[in-house]
Nanobody
């Protein structure tokens, strides 16, 4: 059973960089064919796929967030990390990490973390 757990600060100030880590257990982030995504849901809105890192280490980003987003991984810890720069209150959301078999949409995802609330406020 694959399990994912998000961790990071729940409050970030405007203009700062949001950084979240997803720790994966029960499966390797280098397992062939899987993509490890970050997805968010702002209050009152739908899910938004932000980006992913593939089993190969290749990264993919939503065009709308590409200029502010970076996803990396630490294979020794079986973790992958999201960094979102220059945050504004509009980046307030529940952030999820997930495993999927593709990228570009959350619909490919079969295992999800429980989500972590991040609020952007001074």
């Amino acid at each position: 059973q694959v399990q994912l757990q998000e961790s990071g600060p729940g409050l970030v100030k405007p203009s700062q960089t949001l950084s979240l880590t997803c720790t994966v257990s029960g499966g390797s982030i280098t397992a062939n064919g899987y993509y490890w995504s970050w997805i968010r849901q702002p209050p009152g809105k739908g899910l938004e796929w932000m980006g992913a890192i593939a089993y190969s280490g290749s990264t993919y980003y939503s065009p709308s967030l590409k200029s502010r987003t970076s996803i990396s991984r630490d294979t020794s810890k079986n973790q992958f990390t999201l960094q979102l720069s220059s945050v504004t209150p509009e980046d307030t959301a529940v952030y999820y990490c997930a495993r999927g078999t593709g990228w570009g949409t959350y619909l490919h995802s079969d295992y999800w973390g429980q989500g972590t609330q991040v609020t952007v406020s001074s």
